[in-house]
């Protein structure tokens, strides 16, 4: 699938760069598989070429998925963000970080994905399974 490249100005005088899909989807979360593999799949080309004419040797890959994550855009895009050390882009960085607890509640979080992935698994296999069964059946 064919892909838009936009080259934005950031508020922060911070340029990057977006992929984004000609065909609309309002969000990550709607939008096809195939789609964002081929999006993701220009991530290298284009994250090189940022890096290279802004002089940078980092970056940051983000999408924001939903107003509360701050998605104001509701057209799928992945933002390619140039970054050099000890920029502080966002105010976080400069707090230390804590290494992660891996107490009850993070357990039982991961184990209801965990329950979670297993029954989308389940599902999308019996589907799978029933297509074949009507095809191999005809």
Avoid at 18 to 23: A, E, N, T, W, Y
Wanted: aromatic residues 6%; hydrophobic residues 40%; charged residues 15%.
């Amino acid at each position: 699938m064919p892909m838009r490249f936009g080259y934005v100005s950031f508020v922060l005088w911070v340029r990057h760069s977006l992929i984004i899909p000609k065909c609309h989807f309002p969000s990550l979360d709607a939008t096809p598989p195939s789609i964002i593999g081929a999006m993701c799949s220009k991530v290298p080309l284009i994250s090189n070429a940022v890096m290279k004419a802004t002089g940078c040797d980092s970056f940051n890959m983000l999408v924001n998925n939903g107003a509360a994550a701050g998605q104001v855009i509701y057209h799928t895009h992945i933002h390619i963000i140039p970054r050099k050390a000890h920029d502080c882009l966002w105010r976080s960085e400069s707090i230390r970080r804590c290494p992660l607890k891996l107490d009850q509640e993070a357990s039982q979080l991961a184990n209801q994905i965990r329950q979670s992935l297993i029954c989308v698994n389940n599902y999308e296999d019996s589907s799978k399974a029933q297509a074949l069964s009507t095809l191999v059946g005809n």
